[in-house]
């Protein structure tokens, strides 16, 4: 089993659709989680951290499910600039100053 | 001002060449990073330094040695390249924030390696 998970897509969604994408992880000692963003041929760039009491950011939505050990992203009201791969971010271990990356959901924002 | 910038953008090389790829932060990070993404997207990491002390080495061959001169700088060299190290290489830098010792990457604009 993959240590981070997610389904690949790609998600095709309409302008001002609300999209959610989730992510799944192995080890439940993981502390710390974020959703990274990938546009085509650039490199990742940090979206949002992910809190256990979950956090917004406009509209961006990120939550965790430390016992079920998901995480999701919802986005709302999709523009085109969100058409991007969104990486699921997980620190498997404590200490351990490393990110293991999920291999991104694509989303394609269609007008 | 470029947070963390490498070089070069694009290298393309024959098999068995030896070549470099140099990486800088400006953020005042202690932990540098080399990742590794394929032609699937899948970006793993390879090394990461801690004050230039190594302190994650991923199974890698031994072809691949980083080097840390100081805590803003964390090169690759790479010997006798093969077709299956063709991949975009990304450099990264974090710092430890908080008492969850919480932190976030900041990546370099990668390097497209094609061994040919």
């Known amino acids: 089993r993959k240590e981070v998970e997610q389904d690949p897509g790609p998600f095709n969604v309409p302008e001002g659709a609300t999209v959610a994408f989730n992510c799944t992880y192995s080890?439940?000692?993981?502390?710390?989680f974020f959703w990274y963003r990938q546009d085509c041929r650039k490199e990742p760039k940090l979206l949002m951290s992910?809190?256990?009491s979950g956090n917004e950011d406009g509209r961006f939505t990120a939550q965790l499910n430390r016992a079920s050990q998901y995480i999701s992203l919802l986005i709302r009201d999709s523009k085109l600039s969100d058409s991007a791969t969104y990486l699921c971010?997980?620190?498997?271990?404590?200490?351990?100053?490393?990110?293991?990356f999920g291999s991104g959901t694509r989303l394609q924002v269609q007008p | 001002d470029t947070a963390v910038s490498q070089t070069p953008k694009y290298l393309v090389t024959q098999m068995g060449n030896d070549k470099s790829i140099k990486c800088e932060q400006n953020?005042?990070?202690?932990?540098m990073y080399w990742y590794k993404q394929d032609s699937k997207k899948f970006l793993k990491i390879m090394f990461s330094?801690?004050?230039?002390?190594?302190?994650i080495n991923e199974t890698v061959p031994n072809r691949f040695s980083p080097k840390s001169p100081d805590k803003a700088h964390l090169n690759l060299h790479i010997n006798s390249l093969e077709l299956g190290d063709s991949a975009v290489y990304f450099c990264?830098?974090?710092?430890?924030?908080?008492?969850?010792?919480?932190?976030?990457?900041?990546f370099g604009p990668g390097t497209r390696l094609t061994v040919t």
């Open positions: 330094y801690n004050n230039k002390e190594l302190i």
């Open positions: 992910v809190y256990s």
């Open positions: 953020l005042g990070h202690d932990t």
């Open positions: 971010v997980v620190n498997i271990a404590t200490g351990r100053r490393a990110l293991t």
């Open positions: 990264a830098s974090s710092q430890v924030i908080g008492l969850a010792g919480s932190y976030e990457q900041y």
């Open positions: 080890n439940s000692a993981s502390q710390s």
